[in-house]
């Protein structure tokens, strides 16, 4: 059984429970375990940083160093918590005076950043870790009659500087993991742009104008539904959909799901167990 520290993020704390709720069903089942980092506080988002760099830094820094001392990786589920942890890791190891100063505030906590745990997404460890051989193994409901259009989102991919898993311009893992599950993936030039969301407090007409592109897209592609790995996305994708699509004149409407929940029916689990019923567009 392979172990990780995994993060809490807000978003899945608050509205996408669903996203837990589905890992929680099945991570044995694949032969890991997530260690929930109920220390753990608010990554910040991409704006902290911007606000305040050496509180961003302590943050995260402390993320980190909750998993550190349990000797594991820290894992995310959400795309944004990645690229937000990464970039305060990428900022700590390469700065020995902001290394000091922020574990001279942990250690009245008795933690350190020593910079020795990953900051991983759950698809790279389902890609990398469990493997697509043992996914494949392990469905018992493959996802043969369904056409999926992947969206990776904007902060799984980008900066590459940071997070330099996938080619931002042609991501695979993704495809990749649909495929394993007996999915067909179909042509979708959306897959690695932005669903929005960051932009909706701001600027909402441009953010549901970029949403409503996406889901255009695989509505005229005739996808069966939208696969995310992030919730954010989810939150753009399904919550915002109706509205979004309104905006652009389209009258019709795409599931989405997290990759959780797509495993989660690949392996045998129902949508009421997956929390799918939570979904806006079901």
């Not at 305060?88 to 505030?105: H, T, W």
Request: net charge neutral; glycine share 6%.
């Amino acid at each position: 059984m392979k172990r990780y520290a995994y993060y809490l993020s807000c978003i899945n704390e608050s509205m996408t429970k669903e996203v837990d709720r589905s890992i929680e069903l099945w991570q044995k089942d694949l032969g890991i375990e997530f260690v929930k980092l109920h220390e753990g506080t608010c990554c910040g988002g991409s704006n902290l940083d911007y606000v305040s760099p050496k509180h961003f830094a302590l943050v995260n820094g402390r993320n980190i160093a909750f998993a550190e001392k349990m000797g594991l990786d820290l894992i995310v589920s959400c795309n944004t918590c990645l690229m937000t942890i990464r970039t305060a890791k990428k900022k700590l190891d390469e700065s020995p005076e902001l290394k000091k100063e922020i574990n001279d505030i942990l250690k009245k906590e008795g933690l350190e950043y020593r910079g020795t745990a990953e900051v991983r997404h759950l698809l790279w460890v389902l890609v990398d870790d469990v493997g697509l051989d043992t996914i494949r193994q392990k469905v018992k409901v493959p996802l043969k009659n369904y056409r999926i259009a992947p969206f990776y989102g904007c902060h799984i991919l980008r900066p590459s500087t940071v997070l330099g898993h996938d080619n931002p311009l042609d991501p695979t893992s993704l495809d990749q993991l649909i495929e394993a599950l007996g999915g067909q993936t179909i042509p979708y030039k959306h897959k690695n742009r932005c669903c929005g969301f960051h932009t909706l407090l701001v600027a909402e007409q441009e953010s549901l104008s970029v949403a409503a592109e996406a889901l255009k897209e695989a509505i005229d592609s005739k996808a069966d539904f939208i696969v995310t790995p992030c919730p954010l996305c989810h939150t753009s994708l399904d919550g915002y959909q109706a509205k979004a699509l309104k905006h652009a004149g389209v009258e019709s409407s795409i599931p989405v799901f997290h990759i959780s929940e797509m495993i989660g029916l690949a392996l045998g689990y129902s949508a009421k167990q997956l929390g799918i019923k939570r979904h806006i567009v079901c």
